[in-house]
């Protein structure tokens, strides 16, 4: 007995047949005498298919109407399983973000989740009502729909759950769990019982969608009890915590690749003191993350700087860099887009030296080019070129895995 959140992703509502299924999930949590709140994600592919509609009509229409026709998605998937749930014969209320009173910044299209009101939430949990709430959106202060990012009914899951004080998160996926790497991707991936808060945030942010980063670190901050499971097949998930029992025998947990990534290089730059302050504060200011950073050790003639960048930052960047030419006194810019990040991360790396060597070998055997390297107490990334990407995913994670 208890109060439970749990999530629904895409493909586990894509169609009549699976919201029945996600339907009985839900009320079979129910009858065994807990109070549920489901989180439900857009049906399959519908946020694309959106995003592509608005293309026909206005490829530069406005964030705030982007968030009104985003917002609708998840409208469809809550009010669809609010019905099967009547069909079964249970009291169930559907509500949008606005009605569940999750209130956001006003940063459309990426908003942050400032607060969340919970009263009408537990006032239908008191009347014994199942309450289905749409994931990935809220409401700003001037009462304007806001979408949370892409993938992040995650976020409002754990924000929800945080809010309620549940007593667990179940995030329903089409995998069984978090894997040694994506599952459908890489040959040997196996499912990972446990994984520590800090390594999950590090693997979604290293490119592993499985769970929406800012998911990880909410669940982190407010203690969230965190489970990742199908919702096909009725496994064991992965459960994410503070503190794992393996912590001491794995010291590599998972291998990622993130494909949403872009290098800038600026070639000959002057070989003096307070150049890089003036390229990273110009990007900084204009709200652009910037990853790994390389610059060479400089010789007369100048030195070179490179670095990487969201794929979606990467035309803006370049236009400030272009802007600022004068200043920043580079002899030549270059963009690529045809390279993907591949990491290892692992609480256990930091005591276990080789973990790089090791990374690098399998590179090298496979004739794979390290572009880039950035490494931090929990993980090693590699920048290669994208057409290596799969294989460089692959070989690494065989050195690390495989049984032989
Ligand atoms: P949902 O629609 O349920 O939110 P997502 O597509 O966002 O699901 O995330 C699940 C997908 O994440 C899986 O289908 C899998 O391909 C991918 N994935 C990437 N890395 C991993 C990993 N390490 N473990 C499990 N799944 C992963
Ligand atoms: N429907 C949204 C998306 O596709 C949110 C989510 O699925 O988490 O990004
Ligand atoms: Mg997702």
């Known amino acids: 007995m208890g109060l439970i959140v749990q999530k629904f992703g895409g493909t586990s509502v894509a169609d009549a047949e699976r919201i029945r299924n996600v339907a009985r999930i839900i009320t079979d949590t129910y009858k065994a005498g807990n109070q549920v709140v489901a989180v439900l994600s857009a049906q399959g592919d519908t946020t694309d298919d959106l995003i592509e509609k608005a293309k026909e009509i206005n490829p530069k229409g406005s964030n705030r109407e982007m968030d009104m026709l985003l917002s609708t998605g998840e409208q469809i998937s809550v009010a669809l399983c609010a019905m099967a749930i009547e069909a079964l014969g249970y009291p169930v209320i559907s509500l949008t973000g606005w009605q569940a009173g999750m209130y956001t910044n006003t940063a459309a299209r990426n908003a942050r989740i400032k607060r969340i009101d919970t009263e009408r939430i537990e006032a239908e949990l008191n009347q014994r009502k199942i309450v289905i709430v749409t994931g990935f959106q809220g409401v700003n202060r001037n009462q304007d729909i806001t979408t949370l990012g892409r993938g992040g009914s995650d976020t409002s899951a754990v924000a929800l759950a945080a ?174 887009t045809e390279v993907a990040k591949v990491s290892v991360v692992g609480a256990g790396m930091i005591n276990n030296p080789g973990v790089a060597a090791k990374m690098f070998e399998a590179l090298y055997d496979a004739h794979i080019n390290i572009n880039m390297i950035s490494t931090s107490e929990i993980k090693i990334s590699v920048l290669v070129d994208e057409k290596d990407a799969a294989k460089a995913v692959q070989v690494i994670h065989d050195k690390f895995f495989s049984m032989g």
């Open 163 to 336: 809010s309620l004080g549940a007593d667990i998160c179940q995030i329903y996926t089409d995998v069984d769990g978090v894997y040694t790497a994506d599952p459908r991707l890489v040959k040997g991936a196996r499912k990972l019982d446990e994984v520590t808060y800090n390594e999950m945030l590090e693997l979604a942010t290293l490119g592993a969608q499985v769970l929406h980063n800012r998911s990880v670190e909410m669940a982190r901050k407010y203690n969230v009890n965190l489970e990742v499971l199908s919702s096909f097949t009725g496994h064991p998930g992965t459960k994410v915590k503070g503190v794992v029992k393996q912590m001491e025998k794995t010291y590599i947990s998972s291998v990622a690749k993130d494909k949403d990534i872009a290098r800038i290089a600026l070639i000959g730059v002057p070989n003096e003191i307070g150049t890089s302050f003036k390229v990273f504060s110009l990007l900084a200011k204009n709200h652009i993350n910037v990853d790994i950073i390389l610059q060479g050790i400089g010789h007369e003639e100048g030195k070179d700087i490179c670095f990487t960048v969201a794929q979606s930052d990467l035309e803006k960047a370049a236009e400030l860099l272009k802007e600022n030419r004068e200043s920043i006194r580079y002899a030549r810019l270059e963009t690529n």
